[in-house]
């Protein structure tokens, strides 16, 4: 495999946090860098292109944004619909416009918690504890 070198102005403050994250995990911050790009590059060729963009600017966030991320939940109305809708359908089917409703709010969930297991997967690889994680609601 090639290995190709490359210079790189980065902004202040994703120097800072990639310097930090590198403090922390006792590696170089070369390392650091060439962890979330391909971290970034990979989630984007394996995943649809919206649920890429969902995940693709988690890397370069700092660590309170990751745990709020890593935390966040659907809405719960939407959770109380998209229940709803799954007993119906199992009762005796939906509408076309419930089918429609039905996937709209999948996706949506499917996407929160690509984005809070991804969250939490960076958080880990800083050297948190995310263990309060998979317990939480």
Not at 57 to 62: A, M, P
């Amino acid at each position: 495999m090639a290995v190709h070198s490359m210079t790189l102005d980065l902004p202040g403050t994703l120097y800072e946090r990639l310097m930090r994250r590198a403090e922390r995990t006792r590696r170089p911050v070369e390392i650091e860098m060439l962890e979330a790009v391909t971290a970034a590059v990979s989630l984007d060729e394996q995943l649809p292109a919206d649920l890429a963009e969902a995940v693709q600017g988690l890397t370069v966030l700092d660590d309170p944004a990751l745990w709020r991320a890593a935390r966040s939940h659907l809405p719960f109305d939407k959770v109380s619909h998209l229940e709803a809708l799954h007993i119906k359908r199992q009762a005796g089917g939906l509408s076309g416009t419930e089918t429609e409703t039905l996937r709209v709010l999948v996706k949506e969930y499917e996407r929160v918690m690509l984005v809070r297991a991804q969250a939490a997967l960076i958080l880990k690889q800083r050297g948190y504890d995310v263990a309060d994680l998979i317990t939480s609601p």
